[in-house]
């Protein structure tokens, strides 16, 4: 899906954003329900701790189809620019429940590790429920990555990393299952201390990157670039400066001071801007271009200082 039908038709991209959730919720509720119930009579509190990281991942599903809805919307009085931030805001939530998740675990693992003599062997039937629920989470991790990368948006993305980072806990749940039964119990809170920080560790990387995003942090120097390169190309244009950007969900506001002739029509400098706006508009993520006309080699008179009348 190119960047210009991705513009032109985001009810697509929803539509795909929707149905890979979809899949999530129900692998995540059947996982959920096999890893509590066979962990509570395995006694692992690995892999409970794994079940209760599948529930989360319910809670975040629901915040993707919600966000992935509402984002949709068109632009009216009271949001002129749209609602492409109901995605950035998702993924501020996801991060938020992982990272809670997270210290939730942890918090777990360190009261059983205080007593170790309380830790209980488990059950055989729980090392086979943590390798079906890695090879299942795993495949969902690499569906879900490629419907993103597809669709381009940075909330499934980090929808699917949080499938991925349930494959690496059960991996971990797995091994300290496998130490349990070998005579090592006190693997089994372990492993549950192991996913828990990892947990929290990308719940905390999820929730600061879309605060950013929140606070209009820029596109990256590379996309920035291209933008320019764009301007600069479109006949007419002598030069490009004060290029702002701004994180707009998955799309970018952009703010361009473009330089034209200085003897041409002040029409003739608005049909330049016209096709700048409209160049740019196919070529790359962005949502809207402002452009403020300016004659080449002149003094930049916006950017001088206001006199106060005396």
């Known amino acids: 899906m190119s960047i210009s039908e991705l513009n032109e038709n985001p009810q697509s991209a929803s539509a795909a954003a929707s149905r890979s959730t979809w899949v999530s919720v129900v692998v995540n509720i059947i996982l959920a329900s096999a890893q509590i119930t066979i962990g509570l009579f395995a006694r692992s509190q690995a892999l409970i701790a794994d079940g209760i990281h599948s529930l989360s991942d319910l809670v975040a599903d629901a ?5 992935s809805h509402h984002s ?5 009085e009271d949001h002129p ?5 109901f995605e950035t805001a998702a993924s501020f939530i996801i991060g938020v429940i992982l990272l809670a998740v997270g210290i939730g675990m942890l918090w777990a693992a360190f ?6 003599e309380t830790i209980p062997q488990v059950h055989a039937i729980a090392l086979w429920v943590a390798g079906t629920a890695l090879m299942t989470k795993e495949l969902l991790f690499r569906y879900m990555l490629s419907v993103a990368k597809r669709v381009k948006s940075s909330m499934l993305v980090a929808n699917a990393w949080h499938a991925r980072s349930d494959a690496a806990s059960s991996l971990v749940v797995g091994l300290g ?3 349990n039964l070998m005579g090592y119990p006190i693997l089994d809170p372990i492993a549950a201390l192991i996913v828990g920080f990892m947990i929290s560790k990308m719940g905390w990387s999820f929730s600061w990157d879309a605060l950013h995003d929140l606070m209009d942090r820029a596109a990256d120097n590379d996309e920035v670039a291209a933008i320019t390169q764009t301007l600069i190309e479109t006949p007419g244009v002598l030069g490009v400066h004060d290029l702002r950007t701004r994180k707009m969900g998955d799309m970018i506001m952009v703010d ?11 029409e003739a400098g608005h049909d330049i801007a016209v096709e700048a706006r409209k160049r740019v508009l196919q070529r790359h993520r962005v949502l809207n271009l402002m452009t ?12 001088q200082p206001v006199l106060k009348a005396p």
Not at 63 to 67: G, H, I, T
Not at 72 to 76: E, I, L, P
Not at 111 to 116: D, I, M, Q, T, V
Request: negative net charge.
């Open 63 to 67: 915040v993707v189809l919600f966000a």
């Open 292 to 303: 403020h006309i300016d004659p080449s080699k002149r003094p930049d008179l916006d950017h």
């Open 81 to 85: 620019y749209g609602h492409q931030r």
């Open 256 to 266: 361009a001071h473009i330089e034209v002739a200085a003897q041409i029509t002040v």
């Open 111 to 116: 009261r059983k590790l205080e007593a170790p």
């Open 177 to 179: 299952i496998i130490g």
């Open 72 to 76: 949709q919307k068109d632009a009216d």
